[in-house]
């Protein structure tokens, strides 16, 4: 039987969750009415054999209470990989579902949202991949794992934010083309340069529309205002903000290093998710700046989930073509040869 949540309980998990300024965003009176969604969703994912992984870009009401795996992308694929439930309810964006999906064709993969895109997977297709192939015959494709399965299944290896300079540097040949992430890319090339691993890189043109937007200027007058925060950027930023950063990495990543560093003051160049989740998880720390949210992790709702549990014909329900789930799944595999082979 699964344990039951109060209010109270709920208010003092997410009474330091603020955006921004120092306000919290929840009442004791918002927590009382989520508190019956939650239980209901906690009762019916036990009774249904579900279980449910969360991004940590999602609200932080999903990721205390109702999320069994909370993690990046590469954390939540291990734990797709690893799932055991006749269910995966994935509050995330569909390419996370997907991925999902293609290590576990026999389960129910399902997303709880349908605004699931995502700026960087929806920005290249599967044809503009095969014309790229026949353009670069000599490359080795990487693509991020922002990306659908179709266009997974035109290339040779996919990566993370966690494990992109570590594999590339792996890659027995020395012309790499890296998709979809521009911004990603470029930080890519110099993070090779500047561990002396010699490679042409050519890179796509998506960017994260979160991301891009932080720019070096912020970053100046953050740094000037708040002469002791350490300031933490992800890879999907551009290489002028990541040059002007103390940390570069993940989300889990990035967690990590807040959490094991001895700075009082942080700024997090993320989605805000991320920093919501933090003040929950170190409350003793202060997070300064501003908060950029991405619009379609942030459509996953206690209400979505709890619909999709009560009726599962009412959320996405994710389906790959045989020949795609075959190909986007070496491509998945080959990540996890290069990075740390586990058990299949
Ligand atoms: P992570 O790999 O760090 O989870 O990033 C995924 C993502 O969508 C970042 O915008
Ligand atoms: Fe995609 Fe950017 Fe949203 Fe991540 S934050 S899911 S990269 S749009």
Known sequence: ????????????????????????????????????????????????????????????????????????????????????????????????????????????????????GCSLADSITQSQVKQLRSEYPDHTFVCYINTTAEVKAECDVCVTSSNVTQ???????????????????????????????????????????????????????????????????????????????????????MMNYVKEHEADQYFLLTECGLTSRLQTEVPNKQFIGSCSMCKYMKSNTLDGILQTLKEPESAININIDQRIQKKARSCIDAMFDYNQPIKR
């Not at 890179?203 to 007058?221: F, K």
């Open 167 to 253: 594999i590339v540097s792996q890659i027995d040949n020395d012309k790499i083309y890296f998709l979809p992430d521009r911004l990603m890319g470029q930080n890519l090339v110099n993070e090779l340069a500047e561990k002396g691993v010699k490679k042409e890189v050519k890179y796509w043109d998506g960017t994260c529309y979160v991301h891009e937007d932080y720019d070096p200027e912020l970053v100046a007058y953050i740094r000037q205002k708040h002469p002791k925060a350490a300031i933490v950027s992800h890879p999907e930023c551009s290489e002028s903000v990541v040059a002007l950063s103390d940390y570069v990495g993940s989300t889990s990543q």
């Open 1 to 116: 039987m699964a344990n039951k949540w109060s209010a109270t309980a709920l208010f003092d998990r997410l009474s330091h969750v603020s955006l921004g300024g120092s306000t919290c965003l929840y009442s004791l009176e918002t927590c009382e009415k989520m508190v019956p969604l939650i239980n209901e969703i906690l009762e019916l994912k036990e009774r249904q054999d579900a279980i449910i992984l969360a991004h940590s870009y999602v609200s932080p009401e999903i990721l205390v209470t109702v999320a069994d795996a909370v993690g990046d992308s590469y954390e939540l694929s291990l734990k797709a990989k690893q799932a055991t439930e006749k269910t995966i309810v994935f509050a995330a964006v569909k390419f996370m579902g997907e991925t999902a999906k293609l290590l576990n064709p026999e389960k129910q993969v399902l997303i709880p949202s349908q605004k699931n």
